[in-house]
């Protein structure tokens, strides 16, 4: 039996550059891996998949992290199952990658218990049969992403910070964000190879300014800018919602007091509120 953590992602920039001609959204993504997480709990079965969540609507085949164990035995024509136990952390529908976070660690936990000697790599190319963002997931750390999120390229780290989060009280269907997206002509605004210039800088400052979401742009929900208002009250150098929404996050100084402030206040009306810190790269 092992235990991995499933760590969550945000997006420091986000923007729609077109579309494949099966449907598919091409974009251009730094993405940064944090320290939020789930916890998964693996262990060898007989011959079958077992998944068992704390949110029960997502126990057994309907949990992503069931998917990417069925693919990956079935890849190495291993005969025997796994048991997995996820304890949710990490808020669904909020744009944080946590379907994505669960089927990479249950792909690195089955890779050990194993034996089967997959390099990151081929990890990867795996997890993008079942999600842009898995492969991102796997590797993490700072990435800018491209294709529709799966093709990975090194960026400088982030520097360090303190994050809030806050998911709001209602969540945001990927697919009706695209629907947004769509109705909305395209602009390219190069805002991924700005952050990736900011972050090259190492100044919270720059990579603060240099924040974009398309999908935040394209939704302007009132109770987002009334969230991104009061963090910015509290003295956060930036505010955006990540990915497809529609959880918003907020960059403070590395330990400053305000950042634990911020999230105390917003405890008490939003039950998801976090803080915690951008992750380097975290080896497998």
Known sequence: MITKKAYAK????????G??????????????????????TAEKTPGEIQVLCSEPALNG??????RAADLFLRSRGIRGGVSLSIEKRIPSQAGLGGGSADAAAALLALNEIYGAGMSEQELCTLGAEIGADVPFCISGG?????GIGEVLSDAESMPE????????KFSVSTASAYREIDKRPPVQ???AGLMCDALAKKDLHAVAEALYNDFDEALQNDEVLSI????????AFGTLMTGSGSAVYALFQKENPAA???RKAFLQEYRETFLCRPLKRVSM
């Open 161 to 168: 910070c303190e994050i809030v989060i806050v998911k709001p």
């Open 61 to 66: 085949d309907k949990n992503i992290a069931y």
């Open 142 to 146: 700072t990435k800018l992403c491209t």
């Open 19 to 40: 579309r494949r001609e099966d449907g598919y959204h091409l974009l251009e993504t730094v993405m940064q891996q944090i320290s939020l997480c789930d916890i998964i």
């Open 260 to 262: 634990e402030a911020c």
């Open 10 to 17: 945000i997006n420091l920039s986000l923007e729609i550059t």
């Open 189 to 191: 605004r190069r805002s």
């Open 228 to 235: 991104k208002r009061k963090m910015r009250d509290f003295g």
